[in-house]
């Protein structure tokens, strides 16, 4: 048996037996893994300040040779990240940032990139609230970090060398998760268009950092068309749907009926 100390953020927990819950975490030094939490239910001493979804803190996990699950001996809580469970779409997007770390990571490997985008969002989500723009940059900061961002600023295809000398800005571009992003019409063979803002809002966001991405303001049909181009990148690499999107778009519709 080997333990091993390190920092790391819920990702989430369920309930197991009468007790226990199985708690799915990423360490900055560990990458996602899941451990079984014994006693968490009930423990005041090893979990005082609970499992919670965003939490961030210490981990000390025990691993068995030949056990599927690590164990988790404790949990000492640096960030548990209060805000997060102030309103409804603070927790909509913890879950979602959760969610997609979870399945864009594989598990056991190291993503100290991933870590610190997800921490540095989870921070200013609990301290100024929910924005779908800092989403936006954060699915960016993630596909980027991972080595799958979309090109935007060219041509994924030819990467400019059929302009002709016009500037990217005049050429029309569809848009294409198997070739890697924005395709120009001259090498685009299928994929759907995409707009000159469109793709204009999405190199501005690929290159502003988290800490910034609150002063950033999209009109709801820019942001949508935004939102679906980069979950057509991110369904590309991941399997099965992402239940917490669903529950975001409800939340917007409503947003926009009240």
């Known amino acids: 048996m080997s333990t091993l100390t390190a920092a790391a953020i819920v990702l989430g927990a369920v309930n197991y037996g009468e007790a226990d819950r199985i708690v799915t975490l990423f360490?900055?030094?560990?990458?996602?893994?899941?451990?079984?939490?014994?006693?968490?239910?009930?423990?005041?001493?090893?979990?005082?300040?609970?499992?919670?979804l965003g939490s961030v803190g210490e981990i000390s996990v025990r691993e068995r040779a030949g056990a599927e699950l690590l164990t988790l001996e404790s949990f000492d809580v640096t960030e548990p990240h209060p805000g997060l469970g102030a309103d409804v779409a603070r927790l909509a997007h913890a879950a979602y940032a959760a969610e997609l770390v979870g399945k864009l990571?594989?598990?056991?490997?190291e993503e100290p990139g991933v870590f610190d985008a997800l921490l540095a969002f989870l921070r200013l989500l609990d301290e100024e609230g929910a924005s779908a723009e800092r989403l936006r940059v954060l699915e960016l900061a993630l596909l980027g970090a991972l080595g799958f961002g979309p090109v935007l600023d060219s041509c994924a295809v030819c990467a400019g060398d059929r302009f002709e000398g016009r500037p990217a800005v005049e050429i029309a571009f569809r848009w294409d998760p198997d070739r890697?992003?924005?395709?120009?019409?001259?090498?685009?063979?299928?994929?759907?268009?995409?707009?000159?803002p469109a793709r204009a809002a999405?190199?501005?966001?690929?290159a502003t950092p988290?800490?910034?991405?609150?002063?950033?303001?999209?009109?709801?049909?820019?942001?949508?068309?935004?939102?679906?181009?980069?979950?057509?990148?991110?369904?590309?690499?991941?399997?099965?749907?992402?239940?917490?999107?669903?529950f975001i778009a409800k939340l917007s519709r409503a947003a926009v009926q009240s």
């Open 105 to 109: 990571c594989a598990p056991r490997q």
């Open 27 to 52: 360490g900055r030094a560990t990458g996602r893994v899941s451990a079984l939490a014994r006693g968490a239910r009930k423990s005041q001493r090893r979990f005082a300040g609970g499992l919670g």
């Open 210 to 246: 988290l800490a910034a991405a609150g002063a950033e303001r999209l009109a709801a049909d820019l942001n949508r068309d935004c939102r679906e181009a980069l979950l057509e990148i991110i369904n590309h690499h991941v399997t099965g749907p992402l239940k917490s999107v669903e």
């Open 202 to 206: 999405l190199v501005r966001l690929a």
């Open 180 to 196: 890697g992003g924005a395709v120009c019409v001259a090498c685009a063979r299928i994929g759907r268009p995409l707009s000159a």
